[in-house]
C-alpha cells in the first residue's frame, strides 16, 4: 500500500503547478521556430544560411573556416559594435518576473550579451505570430527572439536581440544578487525573452 500512496504522490507533486518549464518555448501557446543567419563564412565568400543558437552557429562557421574569427577580426566588430546605433525600447511593454522566467546569471547574461554583439550578419526567422527561437545560452540563461508578424522578420543584426535583453536586464534587476528574466515588446511585432534555461 505504501509504494501506491508514494507512486500517487509523486505524479500529484510533478502535476503540480510550479516555475515554468525551462527546457523548451518560454511561454505557453508560442511554437519553436528554427533561427537563421545570413553570413559569410570567408571574407570574399557566398552569403551562407545557418541555423542554430548564436554559439552553434559560430561553431559550424569555424568547422567550416577555422580562421574565421581572425578573418573577420571580430575584436573590430566589437568595438564597432559599442558605437552602432541601438535598437530604441524606450518606453516599450516589459514584463518581469522570476515565476515565468526564472533567475539569471551574470555569467550567462554577459556572454549572450557579447556573443549577440560581435557577430554580423542578418538573422530572420519564419513567420509568427508566437513563433519564438532561443538565439542564445550559456551559463542558465537564455536569449529568446519571438516574431509576432504574420510574416517572416529579419531584423538589421543580433545586435537588435542584445538590446531587447539588455533593457530586459536593466528594467527588470532589483538591485539584489538575483537578477530576474522577462519579456520586451518592440513597437514592430517582435520581442525578447531573457529567461532562465538549461543550456
Not at 539584489?176 to 515588446?185: D, L
Request: glycine share 10%; hydrophobic share 40%; net charge negative.
Amino acid at each position: 500500500m505504501l509504494p501506491i500512496l508514494l507512486c500517487s504522490l509523486a505524479a500529484v507533486v510533478g502535476a503540480a503547478p510550479g516555475r515554468a518549464d525551462m527546457h523548451g518555448v518560454p511561454m505557453p501557446g508560442a511554437i519553436e521556430a528554427p533561427l537563421f543567419w545570413d553570413v559569410q563564412a570567408f571574407p570574399d565568400g557566398p552569403t551562407l544560411t545557418l541555423n542554430g543558437t548564436i554559439q552553434e552557429m559560430r561553431r559550424q562557421l569555424l568547422e567550416i573556416n577555422p580562421s574565421y574569427d581572425t578573418d573577420f577580426n571580430h575584436h573590430a566588430a566589437a568595438a564597432a559594435a559599442a558605437v552602432e546605433k541601438r535598437t530604441d525600447f524606450s518606453g516599450a511593454k516589459v514584463l518581469c518576473g522570476s515565476e515565468k522566467w526564472g533567475v539569471l546569471t551574470v555569467r550567462g547574461y554577459s556572454e549572450g550579451i557579447d556573443y549577440l554583439r560581435n557577430h554580423g550578419g542578418v538573422p530572420h526567422m519564419p513567420a509568427g505570430p508566437s513563433a519564438c527561437s532561443r538565439v542564445s545560452c550559456s551559463y542558465n540563461t537564455g536569449i529568446w527572439w519571438c516574431n509576432d508578424a504574420r510574416e517572416e522578420k529579419a531584423l538589421l543584426s543580433f545586435g537588435s536581440i542584445s538590446d531587447g535583453a539588455v533593457y530586459i536586464w536593466t528594467q527588470c534587476g532589483n538591485n539584489s544578487w538575483k537578477q530576474v528574466g522577462g519579456q520586451v515588446f518592440h513597437y514592430t511585432d517582435w520581442n525578447v525573452i531573457l529567461r532562465q534555461q538549461d543550456c
